[in-house]
T-cell receptor, first 115, second 112 residues
Framework: DVKVTQSSRYLVKRTGEKVFLECVQD?????MFWYRQDPGLGLRLIYF???????EKGDIPEGYSVSREKKERFSLILESASTNQTSMYLC??????????????FGEGSRLTVL | RKEVEQDPGPFNVPEGATVAFNCTYS??????FFWYRQDCRKEPKLLMS???SGNEDGRFTAQLNRASQYISLLIRDSKLSDSATYLC?????????????FGAGTRLAVHP
């Protein structure tokens, strides 16, 4: 089974702090994604990566950055956390980028609260 | 207008009932369609793909209507374990990548 592991299930941070969310997958997937999930808004894509050291902005990249130094690891960084970044953050990976690919494997999520 | 819209529910149904969810999408260029299931406080997981001809997986039937730009999920003989949020997902090929767009989800509660 594909395993996507997020380092922290629950975090509480203060406004202005730098926050690192780590994600590791064990199935040698090329593609990795960071989403945030908020009530009524669904999942929104923050950043994604289709290869090591490669990153692409998603729909809501402002206030975030990412790092992919190794294929299995994709990190999300909040440079200066703000209260509107309080959310559930979900990491996902997938094998294929081709037409019809739709199966994402998600981690359990990291619930971040910014005070 | 949201790219993918779903009735948030909740749909409260008794065990054994048949329930249907619809999802509409705004971009006619959308190419692939999926239903994901998300249990409370858990991550989303792929439930089934939606094919143009319609497809069935046990008690679950998914259908696509491209002309009206909606997809549907029908659950027959509902079980307590079907209680979850069902996410509609639409893909669109853009900039060389397959972009997945998620709906906000429809919550289903099955009661005894």
């Amino acid at each position: 089974d594909v395993k996507v592991t997020q380092s922290s299930r629950y975090l509480v941070k203060r406004t202005g702090e730098k926050v690192f969310l780590e994600c590791v997958q064990d199935m040698d997937h090329e593609n990795m994604f960071w989403y945030r999930q908020d009530p009524g808004l669904g999942l929104r894509l923050i950043y994604f990566s289709y290869d090591v050291k490669m990153k692409e902005k998603g729909d809501i990249p402002e206030g975030y950055s990412v790092s992919r130094e190794k294929k299995e690891r994709f990190s999300l960084i909040l440079e200066s956390a703000s209260t509107n970044q309080t959310s559930m953050y979900l990491c996902a990976s997938s094998l294929s980028t081709g037409y019809g690919s739709g199966e994402l494997f998600f981690g359990e999520g990291s619930r971040l609260t910014v005070l | 207008r949201k790219e993918v819209e779903q009735d948030p529910g909740p749909f409260n149904v008794p065990e054994g009932a048949t329930v249907a969810f619809n999802c509409t999408y705004s971009n006619s260029a959308s190419q692939s369609f999926f239903w994901y299931r998300q249990d409370c406080r858990k991550e989303p997981k792929l439930l089934m793909s939606v094919y143009s001809s319609g497809n069935e997986d046990g008690r679950f039937t998914a259908q696509l209507n491209r002309a009206s730009q909606y997809i549907s999920l029908l659950i027959r003989d509902s079980k307590l374990s079907d209680s979850a949020t069902y996410l509609c997902v639409v893909t669109m090929f853009s900039g060389g990548y397959n972009k997945l767009i998620f709906g906000a989800g429809t919550r289903l509660a099955v009661h005894p």
